[in-house]
């Protein structure tokens, strides 16, 4: 049985995931996992593919391990596994809830690296594994600093994958947007921390990307001219003034 895997699969990218790789391949199941089952339901109408409903909270061990279990039960063959959960908080680092901060490393680092580690043995040549990362992966980032340390480790993590599983044919990306319109800002936006939002891109356009980099055979995905040339000056510029003019942007200075 060939299936595709969706963390984060009930909104934003994870849903545009589910979406945009049932109309790209055949599967005959895509197993979508997040907290709120009823949104998990409503996909099964959407797809071609059986959609398989896995209310999980990855945060919680024994659901990484019945997910194991069932790819285990049932036999499947890992084509694609997305790894879109995750959240972020807009503060800084001693005015963020230690909650907030514990569950910014589990959800998007440690159940990222775990949930790529229990799959890889279901997958074979040609699957494919997109990790979640973010513009934020490229450089320390204030008052965002947790969220972006996530994602750096993302970004690092899944490039060095990709060397170390070429022998075994599998390709892993790190996909890493720009501002993104999706309930991301519901979780992480509470007040006026962060006030310069330069772009907006549409989820849609970003998978797309995402999926058509993949083909192409990158190891980074990154939707929009205006973001690919925000990366190419942080590799040059000296990340001390990357970060000053992040905050001269936010009103810190």
């Known amino acids: 049985m060939k299936i595709a895997v969706v963390t984060g699969a009930s909104s934003g990218m994870g849903k545009d995931f589910v979406l945009q790789l049932d109309k790209d391949e ?22 071609r593919a059986k959609i398989r409903p896995l209310a999980y909270d990855l945060t919680v061990q024994a659901n990484i391990e019945s997910y194991e279990a069932l790819l285990k039960e049932t036999g499947a063959e890992v084509a694609v596994l997305v790894n879109a959960g995750g959240y972020g908080k807009f503060s800084s680092f001693e005015n963020t809830e230690y909650t907030d901060i514990a569950g ?21 040549k040609g699957s494919r594994i997109y990790q979640l990362g973010s513009l934020s992966a490229f450089q320390p980032v204030p008052y965002i600093g947790v969220y972006g340390a996530t994602k750096a480790f993302v970004l690092s993590f899944s490039r060095a994958l990709n060397v170390e599983l070429k ?50 055979g990158k190891d980074i995905s990154i939707c929009g001219f205006s973001v690919r040339v925000q990366v190419f000056f942080t590799k040059l510029l000296p990340h001390k003034l990357v970060m000053y003019i992040w905050c001269k942007q936010q009103k810190k200075i």
């Open 104 to 124: 910014m490393i589990t959800l998007n680092s440690r159940v990222l690296a775990e949930m790529t580690y229990k799959t890889l043995p279901f997958m074979s």
């Open 26 to 47: 055949v599967f005959d199941e895509i197993w979508v996992i997040a907290r709120r089952k009823e949104r998990l339901e409503a996909l099964a109408g959407l797809t």
């Open 167 to 216: 022998s075994r044919g599998i390709k892993v990306m790190a996909v890493c947007p720009g501002w993104v319109k999706t309930e991301f800002f519901n979780h992480a936006v509470k007040d006026d921390t962060i006030v310069y939002y330069n772009k907006y891109f549409e989820s849609a356009d970003v998978v797309a990307r995402a999926i058509r980099d993949m083909k192409k």
